[in-house]
């Protein structure tokens, strides 16, 4: 199954990595496992699920997006 690209790249800042530019529900499950620390809280797991969701064809890649930024946003990441 092909990996659908978002309509709209989300740039994001950590703070120790600098700006990195996630653009599919491949790439957000990716950051979030690597960037996030709190992998318990509901917004990531949200996030994560629908990010899988989107992978497997069951959840549109845009409310991944939307999923994903609401984990980064808790998360107290920059979005530009």
């Known amino acids: 199954m ?3 690209k978002w309509q709209e790249p ?3 800042s950590t703070g120790t ?3 990195e530019y996630v ?3 491949f790439d957000a499950i990716i ?3 690597d960037s996030c620390e709190e992998r318990s809280t509901v ?3 949200e996030a994560r699920n629908a ?3 989107a992978l497997a ?3 549109d890649a845009e409310v991944a997006r939307e999923k994903f930024l609401a984990a980064i946003s808790a998360a107290k990441m920059q979005v530009h």
């Open 2 to 4: 092909p990996i659908t």
């Open 57 to 59: 064809g069951s959840v």
């Open 17 to 19: 990595r600098g700006a």
């Open 43 to 45: 917004t990531f797991l």
């Open 51 to 53: 990010c899988r969701g």
């Open 10 to 12: 989300v740039r994001v």
């Open 23 to 25: 653009s599919s529900a």
């Open 31 to 33: 950051f979030l496992m």
